[in-house]
């Protein structure tokens, strides 16, 4: 195996992480993903810092059904929930489905299951359990207190980086 299948994750984890409990508005936590284009989701944590879940833009946009068929629809719909319009213009139904999706708290639409895993944990390692429990994120944990995630995304920078 190559070399960047067995950095430990606690190497290449995000570190500039934002928690929320499940009390937290939906609205505040859509503020916390807004606020790093890298950011997809978030952990889920008790008031003694236990991870419980993770809230996600896709557990918001799920929160009132169904993913739209129509992906543009979809795509829209998620630029609203983080504030990110632009040009596209939503319709009355469609804005009041913004609305409805972030009343509420994160606990009404955040996802239970998070997995944690320990920094030490190889890239190669990390990787194959995302695909096995099929999740976009880990949380690394140290003593049961999450210090970090790894994503998708930081495996493909990774690949995508090589050696470099």
């Excluded at 629809?73 to 596209?88: H, I, P, S």
């Excluded at 609305?99 to 944990?121: F, K, L, N, Q």
């Excluded at 194959?128 to 049961?144: C, I, S, W, Y």
Aim: proline residues 4%; negative net charge.
């Amino acid at each position: 195996m190559s070399k960047v299948h067995d950095i430990p994750v606690g190497e290449i984890m995000s570190r500039d992480m934002r928690c929320v409990s499940p009390n937290t508005a939906i609205r505040e936590a859509l503020d916390l993903l807004a606020g790093a284009p890298n950011r997809t989701g978030l952990p889920v944590l008790t008031d003694e810092g236990r991870l419980l879940g993770s809230i996600s833009l896709r557990d918001i946009a799920l929160a009132e059904g169904q993913l739209h068929e129509n992906y543009e629809v979809d795509v829209r719909l998620r630029k609203a929930l983080l504030g990110w319009g632009g040009n596209d213009v939503l319709t009355e139904e469609e804005a009041l489905q913004v609305e409805r999706r972030i009343d509420g708290d994160v606990s009404d639409c955040m996802t239970p299951e998070a997995y944690a895993i320990e920094p030490t944990w190889t890239v190669g390692t990390a990787a194959r359990f995302m695909v096995e429990k099929n999740t976009q994120r880990l949380f690394v944990t140290d003593r049961k207190a999450v210090r970090g995630v790894v994503s998708t995304m930081d495996l493909l920078r990774l690949v995508a980086n090589g050696d470099q």
